[in-house]
C-alpha cells in the first residue's frame, strides 16, 4: 500500500445529494492534491493543498470544495453534482509541493445520477 | 502551458516480448518526468522517474530513456509478464517550485500469457 487511504471506495449519489469524499495520508507529507480521472483524458489537478493552505485552484466548479484541516486529512465536499462529474476521484500526497514524487490513494469511483 | 502526448493508447504484446511506450511532451523547460502504473481497483503507483540530467535510467526490467532535443521519453520493459498488465502514464514537469504534473493519456497494456 502507498500510505494514502480514500473513503468511500465507491459512491453513488444523485444530483441534489450533499456528500463527503476523504483522504487521509499516513507518510509525513505537507502536500495533498485532489484529481479526476475520467476516461480516455488525463489526469485532471483540482485542487493543491500545502500545509493545510490551498496553493491551486485549477478553475474547478464551485460544486466541489476542498478542506484540508490538518496536513494528514483532506476532504472533498461534493454538492448539486451533474452526470459528466461521474468519474474516479483520486487523492495523492508528497513530501511537500517542490517535490514531484507523488504517492496516490486508491481512490473513489463517483457516479451522479 | 506544458501538453503531454502518450501513444499508443493500447499495447498487446505476448509474456516475454519487450514493450514501449512513447511520450512527447511540449514545455522544453520541463526537466521531470515519471511514469505510473496504474492496476485495476488502484490509484496510480510511480515505477520509475527520470530527471533531465541523465538520458537514461533502468530498474531490473524496466527502463525510461530520454531525448530532450526532440522533447520525448519512452518507458520500456523487457521480458514482460502478466502481471505487467496495467495502464500506464508518463508525465511531466519543471523540477522546481510548485509545478503541476501534467499527466499522458494513458497506455493500457495487455501481456497475455
Known amino acids: 500500500e502507498t500510505g494514502v487511504t480514500q473513503t468511500p471506495r465507491h459512491l453513488v449519489m444523485g444530483m441534489t445529494n450533499k456528500k463527503s469524499l476523504k483522504c487521509e495520508q499516513h507518510?509525513?507529507?505537507?502536500?495533498m492534491y485532489w484529481y479526476k480521472q475520467s476516461a480516455k483524458k488525463p489526469l485532471e489537478l483540482m485542487f493543491v493543498?500545502?500545509?493545510?493552505?490551498?496553493?491551486e485552484n485549477n478553475s474547478v466548479p464551485s460544486r466541489f470544495s476542498p478542506e484540508c484541516p490538518n496536513s494528514s486529512h483532506l476532504f472533498l465536499h461534493l454538492h448539486t453534482l451533474q452526470p459528466e462529474d461521474s468519474a474516479l476521484y483520486l487523492c495523492?500526497?508528497?513530501?511537500?509541493?517542490?517535490?514531484?514524487?507523488?504517492?496516490f490513494g486508491p481512490g473513489t469511483r463517483l457516479l451522479v445520477l | 502551458g506544458e501538453n503531454v502526448e502518450q501513444h499508443p493508447s493500447t499495447l498487446s504484446v505476448q509474456e516475454g516480448d519487450s514493450a514501449v511506450i512513447k511520450c512527447t511532451y511540449s514545455?522544453?523547460?520541463?526537466?521531470?518526468f515519471p511514469w505510473y502504473k496504474q492496476e485495476l481497483g488502484k490509484g496510480p503507483q510511480l515505477i520509475i522517474d527520470?530527471?533531465?540530467?541523465?538520458g537514461e535510467k533502468k530498474d531490473q526490467r524496466i527502463a525510461v530513456t530520454l531525448n530532450k532535443t526532440a522533447k520525448h521519453f519512452s518507458l520500456h520493459i523487457t521480458e514482460t509478464q502478466p502481471e505487467d498488465s496495467a495502464v500506464y502514464f508518463c508525465?511531466?514537469?519543471?523540477?522546481?517550485?510548485?509545478?503541476?504534473?501534467?499527466f499522458g493519456t494513458g497506455t493500457r497494456l495487455l501481456v497475455s500469457p
Open positions: 514545455d522544453s523547460a520541463s526537466n521531470y
Open positions: 507518510l509525513g507529507h505537507n502536500a
Open positions: 495523492a500526497s508528497s513530501q511537500d509541493v517542490g517535490k514531484k514524487t507523488q504517492y
Open positions: 527520470i530527471r533531465s540530467n541523465v
Open positions: 493543498y500545502s500545509l493545510e493552505e490551498r496553493v
Open positions: 508525465a511531466a514537469s519543471r523540477d522546481t517550485g510548485f509545478q503541476k504534473l501534467v
